[in-house]
């Protein structure tokens, strides 16, 4: 799957890490601390017992190792490179174990079996021996100093008193307000930078800005005086050293008290930590957390995770060029900034090239000023971000990776500068993915964020037929709805691409069905313990292609064949036609098709009024649904469209479920009702031939199985629209008897009212149940008769 897109050796990629971050391997050097397949002492030797592991790493002047560096082989799993670098460490009394393919890496404390973790997140790379001596008795270590910490966190409610007086200066549009805050932010932020290099006395480090334009020579300053010198001196310093006006344009503030009142707010904090490899971080901690509950820049930001996912997979490298033709704040390319200084020489012909000849970036709003300040910070990079609309300025044959999460379901008027002119709403979605497929030089690769809806719908089929034709299709990474949470409920998807212009194709790709990326799905985007999803895409093995049909399940994945997906549409979407898998009940299985009749309300003015009928049944007007209830209505119909209407009439023990809106909800319609119709945004399952009870129905559209399905078929960047449900009619559900149907029901019910009782205090009965409706589809003891070959990912719905 993922390989290194240079012909380069793992080891290689390692040794040059490992001296970018102090290590020295040379074996007549007095302090060297790393061995290559080798050990430092005979007992050691003798340990091992002739085994040798990768690297051995050794704090300088001692002979006890702290660490074991085992790289990734090709073809082997990085999870059995982990498994052998935990059998060296535990006969060496090691505690730390990296395994590695020279991009991807994982970590492990081997005495405590959990992996690094520093500053709250999971460590995924090499780390300098002072900070890895810190793990010695721990696998959770935080560098920041505590100031730092509670600094960062008062950083938005800061804000939101400068806030207030930019507002009092004029400045009407958030964004205004956010960038001129951003400028004296980044003053701010620059001079701890420079101080901190200050106090290190790094021989090799050059001065950005003079200390007589730093914070501390301005911030005791008042008055007119204060506002002329931040304007004529510190800002046309930095405007004559970066040759760029437009970066550090003159503050529109205009009276030197909001100036004054602003940086006496910044004063006492301090942002950034001497610890800290990385020392603009502080800037998108605050870029990260002002986007988490405010909309004025019109963006959000892409989870760093995913980022690091997506540059991991393209593997940008020193002297190509990577582009971002919509890059918000700058999130892919610094990341991508990181990922190449990390393996690349360190030398000052090497950081000239980086810094001035591979990120290329532009942004059609005046946050790029704020991507070319957060580039500067973290250690340049800014000097080829441009504040333009990418899509009016199409690039054709100029960069080698294309990284970029687009903007979602847009329009432009630039269509004809394209190869397929595409009208109406939402054109935008095809015009972005064309010009960033135009931009790439013949054999560059490209990841781009794209919505759920591109890779299915109709009105894209030519932009994805255009995809096949000028690239190779690698993989679709379909990620959880939910992972751009706080800042957008959005579904959607990374396409990778590689040999753009080259007769070279594919004859299948990818898809992943990444259900758990790491954190979880709601507002709070809590990290979770164990592995992810992502790290099955990323830990690819490379006889992926000869792996059994059950283990890919396993794992996820879907090979899919380009001429199957030529027949339907050009649809990407690792669809159940594509893949046949084993399911198993301890009950007899029907097509719900046959058993179960649906339709779906009707649209617009059909319904020509909708009132409140049932007491004791709660309805809500306009379809909203509220505690799994819904609108119920009287119709009053025109002579000529009775016959029209009259087929969406429900009736007692209908199940009525929800398929726009909040997506899933389901309620039993009661007896003794008005007469009443449904709308369009609810389905109506009507039982046939008595094979269901009602409620056993609406348990199994609970259960984890309905309720994935029919999120996999909605549409739109939330969950806003399922489609006709056809693929819902295809599925197969376990069909007791109706006296087992009872049995269950009665169950179950016993258990939402024991819930409800406690005041959902014995969680632990909520899961188990929720597991034993789920464990009416799946079980292992089922007879081979009852077997069913059924059309779903097994691993989702195990209980």
């Known amino acids: 799957m993922r390989t290194l897109l240079v012909e380069r050796d793992t080891e290689t990629i390692i040794d040059l890490k490992l001296k970018n971050l102090g290590y020295e391997d040379y074996p007549h050097a007095p302090n060297r601390n790393v061995f290559k397949q080798s050990v430092k002492t005979p007992e050691q030797r003798q340990k091992l017992q002739g085994q040798k592991p990768d690297y051995t790493l050794y704090p300088h002047g001692s002979s006890e190792p702290f660490g074991i560096i085992e790289a ?77 910490i509670k600094s960062r966190d008062e950083l938005i409610s800061i804000f939101k008193i400068a806030n207030n007086y930019l507002r009092a200066e004029g400045l009407k549009h958030g964004d205004e307000r956010f960038t001129e805050f951003s400028n004296v932010l980044f003053l701010k932020l620059i001079s701890e930078i420079e101080d901190i290099k200050d106090e290190l006395g790094d021989p090799n480090s050059t001065s950005i800005i003079d200390k007589e334009y730093r914070w501390n020579s301005f911030k005791q300053k008042r008055g007119k005086e204060l506002l002329s010198f931040v304007n004529d001196s510190v800002l046309k310093e930095f405007q004559i050293k970066y040759e760029d006006k437009n970066i550090f344009q003159t503050l529109q503030i205009q009276q030197p008290k909001t100036l004054e009142r602003i940086i006496d707010e910044l004063d006492d904090l301090q942002l950034t930590d001497i610890n800290a490899d990385i020392k603009g971080d502080a800037f998108e901690h605050f870029l990260r957390s002002y986007n988490a509950g405010n909309k004025d820049l019109g963006e959000y930001f892409t989870p760093r995770h995913i980022v690091k996912t997506m540059v991991k997979l393209l593997n940008p490298q020193l002297g190509e060029k990577i582009y971002d033709p919509f890059c918000g704040t700058g999130g892919m390319l610094i990341e991508s900034f990181k990922h190449i200084k990390a393996s690349m020489p360190n030398n000052t012909n090497a950081f000239e090239i980086l810094k001035n000849h591979t990120l290329y970036g532009a942004e059609i709003t005046s946050t790029s000023r704020i991507t070319k300040m957060n580039m500067i910070l973290i250690g340049d990079g800014h000097s080829n971000i441009y504040r333009k609309d990418s899509l009016a300025n199409p690039v054709k044959n100029q960069y080698h990776v294309v990284i970029t999460n687009m903007p979602f379901s847009q329009s432009t008027e630039y269509q004809d500068l394209y190869d397929i002119s595409m009208t109406g709403k939402n054109n935008g979605d095809s015009i972005c993915v064309q010009h960033c497929l135009k931009a790439l030089k013949q054999g560059g690769r490209m990841g781009v964020i794209v919505p759920e809806g591109f890779l299915f719908d109709k009105k894209f089929k030519k932009t994805r037929e255009y995809i096949l034709e000028k690239s190779s299709l690698h993989s679709v990474i379909s990620l959880p709805r939910g992972v751009f949470l706080p800042y957008s409920g959005a579904k959607a998807n990374i396409l990778l691409l590689y040999n753009a212009w080259s007769s070279k194709k594919n004859t299948y790709y990818w898809y992943f069905n990444v259900k758990n990326d790491g954190y979880s799905l709601d507002n709070h985007r809590e990290k979770i313990d164990g592995d992810n999803d992502l790290e099955v895409v990323l830990s690819e093995r490379k006889n992926l292609e000869n792996e059994k049909e059950d283990k890919l399940i396993e794992l996820g994945i879907r090979k899919i064949s380009i001429a199957k997906i030529k027949q339907d549409n050009y649809n990407f979407v690792g669809t159940r036609q594509y893949l046949d898998n084993t399911y198993k009940s301890n009950y007899p299985l029907m097509k719900f098709g046959d058993v179960i009749d649906l339709l779906r309300g009707p649209f617009g003015s059909s319904i020509k009024k909708s009132v409140c009928v049932k007491s004791g049944f709660k309805i809500y007007e306009q379809g909203n649904v509220i505690n799994n209830d819904f609108n119920i209505g009287k119709y009053y119909l025109d002579k000529n469209r009775f ?85 819902l009619k295809e599925l197969y559900i376990p069909l007791p008897s109706i006296k087992e149907q009872e049995r269950i029901v009665k169950r179950l019910r016993g258990t939402e009212y024991m819930i409800e009782k406690y005041n959902l205090k014995i969680k632990d009965l909520q899961v188990r149940e929720k597991a034993s409706i789920n464990s009416i589809f799946n079980s292992e003891s089922q007879p081979e008769a009852n077997k069913h070959t059924y059309k779903l990912r097994q691993k989702d719905y195990l209980p």
């Not at 973790?117 to 935080?142: F, K, M, P, W």
């Not at 109506?684 to 999120?711: C, F, G, T």
């Not at 996999?712 to 960047?717: C, E, R, Y």
């Open 72 to 148: 990734k082989k090709v073809g082997q799993d990085i999870r059995q490179a982990m498994e052998q670098g935990l059998k060296y460490a535990n006969a060496l009394n090691a505690p730390i174990v990296f395994a590695t393919d020279g991009v991807f890496t994982k970590t492990i404390h081997a005495q405590l079996k959990k992996p690094l973790i520093l500053n709250g997140e999971e460590i995924d790379d090499l780390i300098r021996e002072s900070l890895a001596l810190q793990y010695l008795t721990t696998n959770e270590v935080s560098t920041l100093d505590k100031r730092v």
């Open 643 to 727: 016959e029209i209407l009259s087929k969406f009439e429900i009736k007692t023990d209908d199940v009525l479920i929800t398929c726009a809106g909040t997506l899933g909800k389901v309620a039993i319609v009661p007896d003794r009702f008005e007469r009443g119709i449904i709308n369009s945004v609810l389905m109506r399952l009507r039982i046939k031939n008595k094979k269901l009870i009602p409620e056993y129905l609406k348990y199994i559209m609970e259960s984890d199985i309905m309720q994935n399905e029919m999120i996999d078929q909605s549409l739109g960047t939330s969950i806003k629209n399922m489609r006709a449900g056809k693929e």
